[in-house]
């Protein structure tokens, strides 16, 4: 029976009470908390493999775009599942991904947004009602469902230190200067408990990729500026082939603060944005199949890399 619930709309307690389910099941794993949230919850990482091609997967970087943490958690399960079985996930041998890499995972980096918009959050509390009063200043944004920043107002993929005043000045253009439901920048760069969470965990593995899933539009973005990063283009075509998924240049009001632009210009190395699904977020788990079964070509490949680049 799985333990990944796919079926019911994923809050961090479920999240929680997953990875330590996985945990328990398979020895393979191994967790940790990278920090708490401002009002408590822990924002987690999974860890598995044993490679030296090492690999950064992270989920929910936006409230809204919560199913994408039960998709980076049944991949992880089902490696874990196939690898102890001897058996293969997208064709491939699942024990020789995990001789070949080690997957670092943060599947929900907003816990707090997350439980807004699935409801864990009830209306009539205080978080409930803090977070609708950020609302009120926005009042063309639907409320919840249209949030995706973290319950203090702030988008945490406009959080990074890559073009973060150029963030700063567009999203302020477009009238979001302040805390709300989402594009709001922050007063600072890396000033929020979870982007300040994500950047030292990233700094810590010092990976050869990352991905950032995130909803929707079936896209892909691979570029930041002018950075030219070798064997990016590759991995780019390759995850569109496998998924279905446009490579796309991300809009100019888009291009700026975000996690993968921060990674691609301090590492220079492989940094992806996807863009799963179609229509508004959050979108239904009615989805979740078709997302699965396109993002699991990108999860695997991701992992093992391409043949003669480097790890």
């Known amino acids: 029976m799985a333990i990944v619930q796919t079926d019911i709309p994923m809050t961090a307690e479920l999240c929680e009470q997953t990875i330590g389910q996985l945990l328990r099941r398979y020895p393979a794993f191994s967790s940790e908390s990278l920090t708490t949230t401002a009002f408590g919850r822990p924002v987690l990482a999974l860890r598995i493999g044993t490679g030296e091609r090492k690999v ?16 980076l958690l049944k991949f992880l399960e089902e490696l874990a599942q196939a690898a102890e079985t001897g058996g293969r996930i997208f064709g491939v041998p699942a024990r020789n991904i995990l001789k070949a890499a080690t997957i670092y ?5 907003d816990p707090d947004g997350v439980d807004l918009v699935t409801g864990a959050i009830e209306p009539g509390t205080l978080e409930y009602t803090s977070a609708q009063t950020l609302s009120d200043n926005y009042p063309s944004i639907p409320f919840p469902e249209g949030w995706k920043a973290n319950l203090l107002g702030v988008d945490l ?17 477009q009238g979001f200067t302040k805390p709300g439901p989402r594009d709001y920048v922050g007063r600072a760069p890396l000033n929020q408990r979870e982007s300040i969470a994500m950047a030292r965990y990233t700094e810590e593995v010092d990976p050869a990729l990352v991905i950032a899933f995130h909803t929707q539009g079936d896209v892909i973005y691979w570029q930041f500026e002018d950075y030219v990063v ?36 301090q590492w220079r190395r492989p940094g992806f944005t996807i863009e799963s699904g179609r229509g508004e977020s959050p979108l239904p788990l009615g989805q979740f199949d078709e997302i699965y079964r396109a ?15 480097p790890s």
């Open 157 to 173: 993929n406009l959080q990074y230190p890559a073009g973060w005043l150029q963030a700063r000045e567009i999203k302020f253009s």
């Open 56 to 71: 950064l997967y992270s989920a929910a970087h936006h409230a809204n775009e919560w199913i994408t943490t039960p998709v």
């Open 105 to 109: 995972a943060v599947p929900m980096v």
């Open 230 to 265: 070798p064997g990016a283009r590759a991995l780019a075509e390759e995850f569109a082939r496998l998924s279905g998924y446009a490579l796309e240049d991300t809009p100019y009001e888009s291009s700026f603060a975000g996690y993968k632009d921060w990674f691609i210009q």
């Open 295 to 309: 993002n699991l070509g990108i999860l695997v490949t991701g992992a093992t890399g391409l043949p003669g680049q």
